[in-house]
């Protein structure tokens, strides 16, 4: 079964730092895309970030361009995503997610994690 | 930048149908996935591509789309279909996702 679990999350200082990980399970990691996506409490979802399957390509929301770098290792079906310079506004429940190409030709998110927390507070 | 509108909230009684839009603010029209998500819970793919259900998603669950327009219809809701619904899809170049704020549904 395939899976997704992240890690890292936690309590950091505004214009701090923190790097979140997401282990993939169950499934051929390189073949599939990834994001993060985050949820304010008892808000919406935000899209942050995307990585192509080699990990060649990379897009970011505008709210974190610039702070954010998302990443992977493939030898060890792992996804990353180092924040910088921490906002109040960053707090949220960081989701990975696996992308999901369709027939079609559009993108979906077929499998979540469960998510890692992150606070950002002095 | 790219956005999709939802309607705040949908109620209805159970039994009825609720339909759930999402507006997109540019053309051309993206396809539209939508997820349910429940309190505390992670979200689930409910229909992807405009239309298409996952294995394992109920066959009250359906999906449409109009010119800019895409609507998730819930047949006969049930008071287990009381969720928030988000509308997703991609911007113009297809290389930034967005989500819609987001649809709560009430059934009682």
């Known amino acids: 079964e395939a899976q997704l679990l992240e890690s890292g999350g936690g309590l950091v200082q505004p214009g701090g730092s923190l790097r979140l990980s997401c282990a993939a399970s169950g499934y051929t990691f390189i073949r599939y895309a990834m994001s993060w996506v985050r949820q304010t409490p008892g808000k919406g979802l935000e899209w942050v970030s995307g990585i192509s399957g080699p990990g060649s390509t990379t897009y970011y929301a505008d709210s974190v361009k610039g702070r954010f770098t998302i990443s992977r290792d493939n030898s060890k079906n792992t996804l990353f995503l180092q924040m910088n310079s921490l906002r109040a506004e960053d707090t949220a429940l960081y989701y990975c997610?696996?992308?999901?190409?369709?027939?079609?030709?559009?993108?979906?998110?077929?499998?979540w994690g469960r998510g890692t927390p992150v606070t950002v507070s002095s | 930048s790219y956005e999709l509108t939802q309607p705040p909230s949908v109620s209805v009684s159970p039994g009825q149908t609720a339909r759930i839009t999402c507006s997109q603010d540019a053309l051309p029209k993206k396809y539209v996935t939508w997820y349910q998500q429940r309190s505390g819970q992670a979200p689930v793919l409910v229909i992807y591509?405009?239309?298409k259900r996952p294995s394992g998603i109920p066959e009250r669950f359906s999906g449409s789309s109009s010119g800019t327009m895409a609507t998730l219809t819930v047949s006969g809701a049930q008071v287990d279909d009381e969720a928030d619904y988000y509308c997703y899809s991609t911007d113009s170049s297809g290389n930034h996702r967005v989500f819609g704020a987001g649809t709560k549904l009430t059934v009682l």
């Open positions: 997610a696996r992308d999901e190409p369709s027939a079609a030709g559009s993108w979906y998110i077929g499998l």
């Open positions: 591509d405009d239309i």
